[in-house]
């Protein structure tokens, strides 16, 4: 029985088809061009799902591929994974808690998410480890219609970042204790990972996307766009390893499984000893077992068609079959009672008995209307004497006068709130300046806040001091010396770099960075 795994990856598609551990087909559908960036929009899918679905069913029909179902493996744009602690909980208050810690993260509503979640527990403390997935519920629509005009089920969505971990448990690689996995591929611009996982389960994930040369430029020499490549990812590695040991102070890492071209592995086992990691190569030629060469697409279209035959510690499910399960379930349910036939023939009436108990029912209903008649004429009363009001009608129950109520309590919160409380941002924008080292400029910066969100300031800039370590270490200065600076940090405790890669430019080569700073409320209470 064979099985089928679909990569949808940044340039092109690529399906797998494996029986049991062994590549029966490879294809590669290389025209779908960024389709993880379109795929957002609603245009692309209604331009390009004709062709799509034609590609895929040319390359089905041409290859003898007859498959009922197959599991996908999507790049994190198309995803929102987050990894966070969340206290010993009840299960009926679990959803919520988890609910309100995602919201942190995402601009939009968590209503718009198809999620699910999975729990680790960590031995001697309190607390709950969530691994948190998400997909747009659009977006999941859209491949779920894809694959229906193929006549195909999907039986599982996976981040490519987790779904590696097949590949490392297939090469029969440890994973007790906390390791880490880097997948590095220089020969197409597709998304490369740094994941960390503790005895299995993901702790941390950051997808790292090194662009080449820009259309319109010669290409480089081999030589030189390998080593440019090498320079890039080092540089996004120490980004990810410094994000790391901030956030996990205390787990630290001691081994690293490297999947990638063995040409780069010996110059990236060097680098990473000199951070004190130990690094293992993944041979991915003895696992294709196969003509089929090391590429992003390969290997995650690989991994993706595994999924009947090695099982991981995760297990996320983002389509909710139970939902649907459950939702037939009472739809059986509705068509049963549908059927349900009721005989009312031998049911023998005793007139005189009816007509008695009709006869006791009116009389109670007078009897109850008789005494009630003067408090309703008292009420009467009360409601002719209110004072009248023109937004309120005079008959107006107390469910509709306490609705308008809290409606005119909110106006005046809201005009309260335009009056007492200004927008501050004086202070971080005078630190700046001071904070800013010698080889170091800002390019560009924008604050954003929304309703009952804290702030988010973004500070986009270069260094250029004609050696990426010392730009590296700059750079890490500049975000130090704005932590460290009271007057920036009452405004803004949750600062980081969000990314930082080293590109060409006319004038040579400069490091690029974007530092993110968040937790400013953007209100400041006048005496």
Known sequence: MSSLGV??????INIVETKGKKIVNNIVIPQISTIGDDLETKSFYEDKSVEIIASFKEALRRNGINVKEVNLVLSGRDLLIRTFEIPELPREELQGAINFEVKKYIPFKIEELNTDFQLESSKGEKTKFVLFAGIKKETLDRYLRLFNQLSIKIKGIEYSAISLLRIVKLAGLPQSGVV????????VEDENNFLVCENGFPLFTRDITLLGVPEGLPALPAEESSALFLEKLKSEIRVSLDYYNRKFPTKEIKKIHVISSQAHFLDLQAFLAESGLTAKFVDTAKLLVGPEEFTAGTIKGYSASLFKTIKTKVNIDLIKLKAKAGAKRAQSSLEGLKNLKFDFTSINLNYRIVFLAIIICAGAYAYGFLNNAPLNQELGKIVASRVQVAS?????????ITKIDSEYKRKLDILDSLIKKQLYLTEPLNVIPRAVPEGVWLTKFFFTQS????GKFVLNGMASLSDSNREFDAVNKFLTDLKNDPDFFKYFSDLSISSMDRIDTPDGFETRFTIICRGYTGKKENN
């Open 7 to 12: 990569y949808f990856g940044t340039k092109s």
């Open 180 to 187: 880490a996995t880097l997948f590095a591929d220089s020969k």
């Open 392 to 400: 309120v009608k005079s008959d107006a129950s107390l469910e509709e």
């Open 451 to 454: 309703e009952n969100e804290p």
